[in-house]
T-cell receptor, first 110, second 112 residues
Framework: GEDVEQSLFLSVREGDSSVINCTYTDSSSTYLYWYKQEPGAGLQLLTYIFSNMDMKQDQRLTVLLNKKDKHLSLRIADTQTGDSAIYFC??????????FGAGTRLTVKP | NAGVTQTPKFQVLKTGQSMTLQCAQD?????MYWYRQDPGMGLRLIYY???????DKGEVPNGYNVSRLNKREFSLRLESAAPSQTSVYFC???????????FGPGTRLTVT
């Protein structure tokens, strides 16, 4: 079946940029999402990108989509300790089914 | 707005016991979902309700039943809990099936 993959861990220093990567296999993806999950909490939608776009910027967040390679990334500029969380990539296909990656645990060191 | 709320937050069951997880949303959303989250895996869809009065199976429906009680509430029932159902369960809602989903805080269920 179709799949969404992410590396499980990322560690950066406060003030650096973080880049979280995601690959997916479904060529019929319509939307791609980034969610943030803080400890003991549900998933919070951070941003999303339509599959015919290649970039979306929202304050400190930049989403890049390479549709040919089925690669999605989330860049967080000036990463803060409050950005420490698990980040989930998700894609929606043309049947409106959602698939989630396993999540990347971002640790921000002071 | 409270958004999406779930009860209980934590639950421990013995194998074979039954229970219902409750979910409610106050955003007037049409669509609601139940997911489970297991370590090292993404969220997996158990059941969803595209609109009031309809429910459909997701990726991992076995061992679960759902009820869309009204537009606000969507419950998940485990009739005979098994240790494999130990997980964190998330409810979500969206304005319609094509729109972004908003998640509740989760219910951590342990089956011994």
């Amino acid at each position: 079946g179709e799949d969404v993959e992410q590396s499980l861990f990322l560690s950066v220093r406060e003030g650096d940029s973080s880049v979280i990567n995601c690959t997916y296999t479904d060529s019929s993806s319509t939307y791609l999402y980034w969610y943030k999950q803080e400890p003991g909490a549900g998933l919070q939608l951070l941003t999303y990108i339509f599959s015919n776009m290649d970039m979306k910027q929202d304050q400190r967040l930049t989403v890049l989509l390479n549709k040919k390679d089925k690669h999605l990334s989330l860049r967080i500029a000036d990463t803060q300790t409050g950005d420490s969380a698990i980040y989930f990539c998700a894609e929606r296909d043309n049947n409106n089914d959602m698939r989630f990656g396993a999540g990347t645990r971002l640790t921000v060191k002071p | 707005n409270a958004g999406v709320t779930q009860t209980p937050k934590f639950q421990v069951l013995k194998t074979g016991q039954s229970m219902t997880l409750q979910c409610a949303q106050d955003m007037n959303h049409n669509s609601m979902y139940w997911y489970r989250q297991d370590p090292g895996m993404g969220l997996r869809l158990i059941y969803y309700s595209a609109s009031e009065g309809t429910t459909d199976k997701g990726e991992v429906p076995n061992g679960y039943n759902v009820s869309r009680l009204n537009k606000r509430e969507f419950s998940l029932r485990l009739e005979s809990a098994a240790p494999s159902q130990t997980s964190v369960y998330f409810c979500a809602s969206s304005e319609a099936i094509i729109y972004e989903q908003y998640f509740g805080p989760g219910t951590r269920l342990t089956v011994t």
